[in-house]
């Protein structure tokens, strides 16, 4: 009898267990799938899904807010994919809210992540169609990795073409690096310049000093002002000048000595044109010559 006292309530027990953790379960997978709140539907057509399945979460603002209920092929090109949302975040999502398709890791379950609207002031309603972002293809984000890998690759090989010459001694570059001569030739040049640059260092500050004749002349208006005066003097002396021998040519008793020097230019002038119309002949009868040799080639 006692016996069977224990084996029942042993029993008895062991399914209070088993239906409490029945109930646990369906509460949690009810609450996961938004089985016991207030809910709305969300849509958003996409081209491809990328491997989104039902049951997936769907997070807004990095809160998981929903489940993918539904996914319906409408045609080759359009995927419409129904989203089961808690009532409480319809609010927060405006018009111009944007569906788009993520991992939750690295190489974690497809998530649809819901990005806030921005311009628009009015929330969704049941059963809106919300815009979509196309989602990262594995495919193309292998390209991309394959293309940045060849593309080291190429830099990998070029910089041990690089190492290669400047080992070797070839260019510029390497001669700079291990040629001692051109290195003590560098170094002396940049000596050089250090000490141009002392030196025009001093005579700045020479100048700035007021040393110096040069440094008067630019720094000392008075001494400039004569500068211009001098200037002025000599330009008015000058003309002066030409003035007295333009009168010394009309004087009666040097007249005749300008003549007699006209005279003598003008009669070299008229030997230079003599000269200069007697190549000019020569040049036209070899011309004449050289055109007659080539008639006559011409017809032989």
């Given at each position: ?121 009015e929330t969704v309603k049941d059963n809106d169609f919300i815009r979509s ?8 984000l292998m390209k991309s990795v394959k293309t940045s890998v060849d593309n ?126 007697q190549e000019s002949k020569k040049q036209e009868e070899l011309e004449k ?12």
């Amino acid at each position: 009898m006692n016996k069977d006292t224990g084996s029942n309530w042993k029993l008895g027990m062991f399914v209070i267990i088993g239906i409490l953790l029945f109930i646990i379960t369906i509460y949690f997978v009810g609450k996961q799938q938004n089985l016991f709140g207030d809910t709305f539907y969300l849509k958003s057509k996409f081209k491809t899904v990328s491997g989104l399945k039902v049951g997936n979460n769907v997070r807004f603002s990095g809160i998981n807010v929903g489940t993918v209920k539904e996914i319906e092929l409408i045609n080759d090109t359009t995927v419409v994919v129904v989203l089961l949302m808690e009532q409480d975040v319809q609010k927060y999502i405006k018009k111009d809210a944007m569906a788009s398709i993520g991992s939750d890791g690295l190489m974690g379950d497809k998530v649809m992540t819901i990005s806030p609207g921005i311009t628009s002031n009015e929330t969704v309603k049941d059963n809106d169609f919300i815009r979509s972002k196309a989602p990262v293809e594995m495919e193309d984000l292998m390209k991309s990795v394959k293309t940045s890998v060849d593309n080291a690759g190429v830099i990998t090989t070029q910089l041990t073409e690089f190492t290669y010459s400047m080992n070797n001694g070839e260019g510029a570059l390497s001669q700079l690096v291990s040629d001692k001569e051109f290195a003590n030739s560098l170094k002396k040049t940049l000596t050089n310049l250090e000490v141009t640059t002392n030196e025009f260092s001093t005579f700045s500050r020479n100048m700035n000093n007021g040393k110096g004749v040069l440094s008067k002349v630019v720094n000392d208006e008075r001494l400039g002002a004569k500068v211009d005066s001098t200037m002025v003097n000599l330009e008015t002396g000058s003309k002066q000048l030409n003035e007295i021998m333009e009168a010394a040519k009309h004087n009666f008793l040097l007249r005749g000595y300008f003549n007699k020097q006209q005279k003598a230019e003008d009669k070299k002038e008229e030997e230079l044109e003599k000269v200069l119309l007697q190549e000019s002949k020569k040049q036209e009868e070899l011309e004449k010559l050289q055109e007659s040799k080539d008639i006559k080639t011409g017809t032989k």
